[in-house]
């Protein structure tokens, strides 16, 4: 099963941030926090992951908080082509050990004109 | 670089025939991975490789999915027969991992139609 839970959908208007939060409230110590999209009928696309501290890139923020039991995505001027299913995924990273990757049925983000 | 490669990207067949679907992971890259993707079920991890060994193949379906792994540059994931149930996206995915984060690539995806 997978170890997140995500709101099923959300809106957001164009130019504005888009908060996508995700809750995983069963986290280990050595499990990081992914987020991957999926536009419609391409493969998922990786965004970003972090392990506890504030991640940024040129694609979105990732806020996690302090307890690490619940993160946000933040797409901080969302466009149309952010128009996706998110999703967020915990896991071990490492190739020591094997972590099977699980999707959730994640948020569907709708970018409005 | 090409990205990861499948095909073919549509097949339609009808039940009882035998489907081969092929990936190409990315060069470089020592994992690769096979998902089903269907409305009922969303994504759902089926085999996973590392090192062209297959580590995880707890999500294949039944005895009738065979997935193989000959060489670090190919793998074919096999249905036979198939059936309209197996009607659904096939990802291939590839990652190298390196220890410290294992992003995954994921291909454009195999539709299959089973009649």
């Known amino acids: 099963d997978a170890k997140t839970t995500q709101p099923p959908s959300m809106d957001c208007a164009e130019g504005r941030a888009a908060n996508l939060p995700c809750n995983h409230s069963?986290?280990?110590?050595?499990?990081?926090v992914y987020w991957y999209r999926q536009i419609h009928s391409q493969g998922p696309q990786y965004i970003i992951h972090?392990?506890?501290n504030n991640e940024t890139n040129e694609m979105a923020s990732l806020i996690i908080t302090e307890d690490r039991k619940s993160s946000t995505l933040i797409l901080p001027h969302a466009t149309l082509r952010d128009t996706a299913v998110y999703y967020c995924?915990?896991?071990?990273?490492?190739?020591?050990?094997?972590?099977?990757?699980?999707f959730g049925p994640g948020t569907s983000l709708s970018v409005i004109p | 670089d090409a990205g990861v490669i499948q095909s073919p990207r549509h097949e339609v067949t009808e039940m009882g025939q035998e489907v081969t679907l092929r990936c190409k992971p990315i060069?470089?890259?020592?994992?690769l991975f096979w998902y089903r993707q269907t409305m009922m079920r969303g994504l759902e991890l089926l085999i996973y490789?590392?090192?062209?060994?297959?580590?995880?193949d707890s999500g294949m379906p039944e005895d009738r999915f065979s997935a193989k792994m000959p060489n670090a540059s190919f793998s074919t994931l096999k249905i036979q027969p198939s059936e309209p149930r197996d009607s659904a996206v096939y990802f291939c995915?590839?990652?190298?991992?390196?220890?410290?984060?294992?992003?995954?690539?994921f291909g454009p995806g195999t539709r299959l139609t089973v009649l």
């Open positions: 995915a590839s990652s190298f991992e390196t220890g410290f984060y294992n992003e995954q690539f």
């Open positions: 069963t986290i280990s110590g050595n499990e990081y």
């Open positions: 972090g392990l506890k």
């Open positions: 995924i915990v896991r071990v990273a490492g190739k020591t050990s094997y972590d099977k990757v699980i």
């Open positions: 060069s470089g890259h020592n994992s």
């Open positions: 490789f590392n090192n062209n060994v297959p580590i995880d």
